[in-house]
């Protein structure tokens, strides 16, 4: 019989087994991780094991469990003091998170999970994650105080970004306003976050790196607010080497995912910058725009146009193959499309004129006819030229992209194929229809729309 079974009673009193584990001279920790007991007394703060978590020695043994899985024979034994050591820190017990100011070498001890060359086991990542988020939660400005004093680690957490719960700390860190609310993030930018983020970016070999890159530069771009001054990392991002450099990586010979990547970062900077226009009711350019007309765009149409069919081969589906398939590539390019075309810029539509971005757009939607997220965004351009996109925008919707004549082409492919085949149309056909009721809505009070659909028919 164990110590603990032999303890359960005394005088027919129930005995805590951790109170025995913890009445010898020197604790056995290890014995107490491997009490079934331990974490829910934790939660209930029994004051003698809480003091005894607390001690400096005790916190960094902890800490050194949570951050190293054990090579034992039992792989039970190896799993349960990592687990145990991080869920006692989730318990919160102040003292215990107290401590680890207390004494920095065991913070260092947490954070040097960042320095590992080799491949990390995601129970790992798991509990320094779990630990983290709880300084992060309970003493964020002592945590931040911390991380100024060692910026290396931002850029540590920067470099292991293509771990999913480095990324979700680093963005609460950084600059999640539900944690910590609007705060100062120049010690950010001081440390040169930004670079590093863009070079993990056009890094090469691990998509997760460029996803999880993106989805950390979204979120900071996100983390404006209209009317608010942007943060120093966001107008870090911005400027002008470090916004051309993204640029280059939407618009070079990178990787797929890091263009992606890039393009989504991107959509999300001219999104703001449609708000900021809006709101000031300016029509002023930025160097943003012009970026991106210059940088982004040439590429854009050469993938969009030119798709390697070799390269990206053939994708069977129940109406036969597609060759080439149309790609995320191209269809995150549509995306952007869509949002620069929502900009009030004239040197936007003299590009979207030049570089007949219009044609492209309607052309694709038929040549691709069950491509519904394709459609939709053809659907979106449509009618942000026909409300609001000026006469050139017009012109070229009409007389180049041939709209008019490509809705009555595809309705006339939808009745070929439904004489075929019974209750099986063409998929952009929904699309269509909304496109012409539009056209005529508008016709009732634009002569020249009325006598463009006049003499088509």
């Known amino acids: 019989m164990s110590i603990e079974?032999?303890?359960?009673?005394?005088?027919?009193?129930?005995?805590?087994?951790?109170?025995?584990?913890?009445?010898?001279t020197e604790p056995n920790l290890e014995k107490i991780l491997n009490n079934d007991e331990v974490i829910q007394e934790c939660k209930?703060?029994?004051?003698?094991?809480?003091?005894?978590?607390?001690?400096?020695?005790?916190?960094?043994?902890?800490?050194?469990?949570?951050?190293?899985?054990?090579?034992?024979?039992?792989?039970?034994?190896?799993?349960?003091?990592?687990?145990?050591?991080?869920?006692?820190?989730a318990c919160e017990i102040t003292t215990m998170l107290d401590g680890l100011y207390e004494n920095e070498s065991t913070l260092d001890?947490?954070?040097?999970?960042?320095?590992?060359?080799?491949?990390?086991?995601?129970?790992?990542?798991?509990?320094?994650?779990?630990?983290?988020?709880?300084?992060?939660?309970?003493?964020f400005q002592r945590l931040e105080a911390y991380l100024k004093k060692h910026p290396e680690i931002i850029l540590k957490m920067a470099k292991k970004i293509h771990l999913y719960v480095v990324m979700e700390i680093l963005v609460m860190v950084g600059w999640d306003t539900t944690v910590s609310g609007e705060r100062d993030a120049k010690w950010l930018a001081d440390a040169l976050l930004i670079p590093e983020l863009l070079r993990q970016l056009e890094s090469k070999g691990k998509s997760a790196t460029h996803e999880n890159t993106c989805?950390?530069?979204?979120?900071?771009?996100?983390?404006?607010?209209?009317?608010?001054?942007?943060?120093?990392?966001?107008?870090?991002?911005?400027?002008k080497s470090n916004f051309t450099r993204l640029a280059s990586i939407a618009g070079g010979k990178n990787e797929v995912s890091a263009k992606i990547g890039a393009i989504k970062v991107i959509r999300e900077v001219l999104s703001r910058a449609q708000v900021e226009m809006s709101e000031s009711k300016s029509k002023k350019s930025s160097h943003v725009v012009s970026t991106v007309l210059s940088?982004?765009?040439?590429?854009?149409?050469?993938?969009?146009?030119?798709?390697?069919?070799?390269?990206?081969?053939?994708?069977?589906?129940?109406?036969?193959?597609?060759?080439?398939?149309?790609?995320?590539?191209?269809?995150?390019?549509?995306?952007?499309?869509?949002?620069?075309?929502?900009?009030?810029?004239?040197?936007?539509?003299?590009?979207?004129?030049?570089?007949?971005?219009?044609?492209?757009?309607?052309?694709?939607?038929?040549?691709?006819?069950?491509?519904?997220?394709?459609?939709?965004?053809?659907?979106?351009?449509?009618?942000?030229?026909?409300?609001?996109?000026?006469?050139?925008?017009?012109?070229?919707?009409?007389?180049?992209?041939?709209?008019?004549?490509?809705?009555?082409?595809?309705?006339?492919?939808?009745k070929k194929r439904t004489k075929v085949r019974k209750a099986n149309r063409m998929g952009y056909t929904g699309h269509l229809v909304v496109m012409a009721n539009e056209l005529e809505k508008i016709a009732t009070n634009d002569e020249d729309v009325k006598k463009i659909l006049d003499d088509t028919k």
């Open 5 to 24: 079974e032999d303890s359960l009673f005394d005088d027919g009193n129930v005995v805590d087994t951790i109170d025995i584990l913890l009445e010898t």
């Open 44 to 89: 209930y703060m029994n004051e003698r094991l809480t003091s005894y978590l607390s001690r400096p020695e005790v916190l960094k043994q902890l800490i050194h469990y949570t951050v190293h899985i054990p090579t034992d024979e039992d792989s039970k034994q190896a799993d349960r003091c990592p687990y145990v050591a991080s869920e006692l820190f």
């Open 109 to 139: 001890t947490l954070f040097g999970f960042l320095d590992r060359a080799k491949s990390i086991d995601p129970r790992t990542s798991g509990y320094f994650s779990k630990v983290v988020r709880v300084l992060i939660q309970r003493t």
């Open 215 to 239: 989805s950390a530069l979204q979120a900071l771009v996100r983390s404006w607010s209209p009317g608010l001054t942007p943060s120093s990392l966001l107008i870090d991002l911005e400027s």
């Open 295 to 414: 940088k982004v765009l040439p590429e854009a149409v050469e993938v969009l146009v030119d798709s390697d069919e070799k390269k990206l081969g053939k994708l069977q589906l129940q109406y036969g193959y597609l060759a080439p398939p149309f790609g995320p590539l191209r269809l995150e390019f549509m995306r952007l499309i869509n949002t620069l075309l929502k900009l009030p810029l004239e040197e936007v539509r003299e590009a979207a004129k030049k570089f007949k971005l219009l044609k492209i757009s309607v052309d694709l939607m038929l040549e691709y006819p069950f491509h519904n997220l394709l459609h939709n965004l053809v659907r979106n351009i449509v009618s942000n030229v026909l409300e609001g996109g000026g006469g050139t925008l017009r012109e070229s919707l009409f007389q180049e992209a041939l709209l008019t004549q490509n809705i009555i082409k595809g309705f006339e492919e939808h």
